[in-house]
């Protein structure tokens, strides 16, 4: 049965709940779901509940947007179990604190830019959420009659290089890989288009994000062709890493996208979860 190794929950910046993203994976036809919430793991505990009633396994994983030289890579954490909080786990504190401040300087910003939006707009879009962004942020904004869409929110205000933007404190990707192998994970990095490379750069830029600790890159995933899917996993086969795959699934806040079909035409394979698993360094 087919897979999907990136999807979100309420837990951060997806729209449905941990217990509806398993049983849209279960509607789906999957065998195995990982949860891959920004900086939370919280909705682990309750993925595996309903997985466990409905026949789905589910992978612990986090995503975290971490810093590699000037660059910024988005990087999914898998097998990191919330019954054993390890190293890596003791940075997502830190992460939350972080995104609760930069937060706070967004309304801040916005406010200044003329629209009157309240931590209290925010949390009504985060109910449930242990980490809150920038995409509930922008759903305020929609609400509030500012801007039609998220999109629109992040092109005028959110977005790096807008107005309302503003950093947050992020770990390195060397940091975040190290931790990730210490606590019986593998670090894979997402969407691996958004690294921000040229085509002819690919090659060179996985070596060296393999060089700096990274096991696997994300190839199958929901917006490349299948040319570019097939290209990105005979990469990584031949770097000896792993080549996974998944949606990245946020319900509402990117509606085009479905639990493991992506657009339509996804389909990961479970060999990957099995090279996954194979890849760990306990
Ligand atoms: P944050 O983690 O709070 O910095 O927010 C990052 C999240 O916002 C990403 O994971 C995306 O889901 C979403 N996002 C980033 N850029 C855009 C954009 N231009 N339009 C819509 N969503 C975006
Ligand atoms: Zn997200
Ligand atoms: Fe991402
Ligand atoms: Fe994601």
Not at 245 to 260: A, L, N, Q, T
Request: glycine share 10%.
């Amino acid at each position: 049965m087919p897979v999907d190794l990136h999807t979100h929950s309420s837990i951060s910046d997806g729209s449905e709940t941990p217990s509806t993203v398993v049983a849209l994976a279960a509607e789906a036809g999957l065998g195995a779901i990982a949860l891959t919430d920004h900086d939370s793991l919280a909705g682990v505990s309750e993925a595996r509940a309903v997985g466990m009633e409905l026949g789905v396994e589910v992978v612990s994983g986090v995503e975290l947007s971490v810093d590699w030289g000037d660059r910024q890579v988005h990087v999914l954490a898998y097998f990191v179990e919330p019954e054993e909080p390890g190293p890596l786990q003791q940075r997502l504190g830190f992460l939350r604190r972080g995104r609760a401040e930069r937060n706070a300087a967004i309304i801040r910003a916005l406010s200044e830019q003329g629209i009157s939006i309240t931590a209290e707009d925010v949390a009504a879009e985060a109910v449930g959420a242990e980490s809150v962004g920038r995409p509930h942020i922008a759903a305020a904004l929609v609400r509030l009659g500012e801007v039609s869409t998220v999109a629109e929110a992040f092109a005028r205000y959110l977005a790096r290089g807008r107005p309302a933007y503003r950093p947050r404190p992020r770990l390195d990707l060397e940091e975040a890989a190290a931790l990730t192998w210490s606590e019986g994970g593998v670090p894979v990095v997402a969407h691996p288009h958004t690294v921000g490379v040229s085509a002819a750069e690919y090659d060179a830029a996985f070596r060296g994000l393999v060089d700096a600790g990274i096991g696997g890159f994300e190839c199958f995933y929901a917006e490349y062709t299948p040319e570019v899917r097939q290209r990105l996993a005979e990469l990584a086969t031949s770097l000896g890493v792993v080549a996974t795959g998944g949606s990245d699934f946020h319900g509402s806040y990117k509606p085009e996208i479905e639990v493991g079909v992506g657009r339509g035409d996804l389909l990961v394979p479970d060999r990957c979860l099995e090279d996954l698993e194979l890849a760990r360094r306990t």
